[in-house]
């Protein structure tokens, strides 16, 4: 199993044809029987929840069957190594700025409309380099107002914390189903972030007081390797 998060940036002139996109590609995808799993995302301004979608910026996330970080993907090649010729060919006629990063899921609980696409993880691992982790939640219609008042703190609070490197925010529905990808320097620094800093403690214990999502995931993975840049840059650059 080998898990992938691309984050695509349009041209801006090309918005119109990023949002076809989430329709047309649904098909390549169920068509490939290679991935078990994919969400085609949309993404926020902010690096995390965010009620202002960035139109330029989006994200595909997959799990393959048969694929390992040890294959030999090259640097032009990978989109159309992992998703198809189809996408690739989108892709390139667009001129997107492509960033993809492979990765293997350490540790987790939860679900994701009621599967669990990483397979069966252990709560604890012993994995302790850097870091990615997803957050991902369906949160309750009654809730949204409690949710989205609350998490802007919380998203501040995390750019500017110890070991911190970067964080997308992505999504399937706007206000509804979202989710947090961020990477860390370290397992030490991710969890002084999620159960020292005062304001993500106290959306933690609202959310389970509260009732706030109908359905969360939680999971940590190892970075594996990363091709591309976003914005000019490969946040993992000489990391991983």
């Known amino acids: 199993m080998l898990v992938t998060l691309t984050i695509i940036r349009y041209p801006k002139k090309y918005i119109p044809f990023a949002v076809l996109a989430m329709a047309l590609h649904r098909l390549p995808f169920w068509l490939n029987k290679n ?20 139109w330029q ?14 294959n030999n993907f090259e640097q032009a090649t990978i989109i159309d190594s992992l998703y198809g010729s189809f996408i690739y060919k989108w892709f390139q ?15 987790g609980h939860g679900k994701w409309d009621n599967k ?27 809730k949204l107002k409690a949710f989205w008042q609350s998490v802007a703190s919380a998203a501040n609070e995390m750019a500017g914390a110890k070991g911190f490197i970067t964080s997308v925010g992505i999504g399937e529905m706007p206000y509804i189903k979202q989710a947090t990808f961020s990477i860390w320097q370290s397992r030490e620094d991710m969890k002084a972030f999620a159960y020292q800093m005062h304001q993500h403690t106290a959306i933690i214990q609202k959310t389970r007081k509260e009732r706030w999502y ?27």
């Open 214 to 240: 109908s359905e969360d995931m939680f999971v940590r993975f190892k970075p594996l390797k990363t091709f591309g840049t976003i914005k000019g840059m490969d946040p993992l650059a000489g990391k991983v």
């Open 57 to 70: 910026q989006w994200g595909i996330l997959a799990v393959k069957r048969n694929e390992t970080a040890n």
């Open 93 to 107: 006629f667009f001129n997107c700025e492509t960033w993809t990063i492979l990765l293997e899921p350490m540790e």
């Open 35 to 54: 991935i078990s799993f994919y969400k085609l995302l949309g993404c926020g301004k902010n690096g995390t929840f965010d009620k202002n979608p960035d």
């Open 116 to 142: 669990e696409p990483f397979g069966q993880l252990n709560k604890q691992s012993t994995y302790n380099g850097i870091i990615a982790t997803l957050t991902r939640a369906t949160i309750r219609i009654n």
